[in-house]
């Protein structure tokens, strides 16, 4: 079984950054494609981004450039790096991980951007 649990949301003003950090547990495969997605009130969970375990990345248009994703598999956590943050960033962010049939979600974490 694998466990993912969120981090370092919280409240920040228009222009701002937070780094989310999801440390990873259990059974985990490292070919295993991880990824964030975030739903904000009244919408569906959309992808924010992913990265499959040769390193390429996939980012959603709206936080293409501002946005980065990373990992570091000695410490078994994937970042998600937000620069530049929008109050259309507002939204819970979940943590993903991938691999065949088994597709594991955390708990997600709360990320507010207003002034």
């Known amino acids: 079984q694998v466990h993912l649990v969120e981090s370092g949301g919280g409240l920040v003003q228009p222009g701002g950054s937070l780094r989310l950090s999801c440390a990873r547990s259990g059974s985990i495969v490292l070919i295993a494609t991880m990824g964030w997605f975030r739903q904000a009130p009244g919408k569906q969970r959309e992808l924010v981004a992913t990265l499959t375990w040769s390193g390429r990345t996939n980012y959603a248009d709206s936080v293409m450039g501002r946005f980065t994703i990373s990992r570091d598999n000695a410490k078994n956590t994937v970042y998600l790096q937000m620069n530049s943050l929008k109050p259309e960033d507002t939204a819970v962010y979940y943590c993903?991980?991938?691999?065949?049939?088994?597709?594991?979600w955390g708990q997600g974490t709360q990320v507010t951007v207003s002034s």
């Open positions: 993903n991980y991938r691999f065949g049939s088994v597709d594991i």
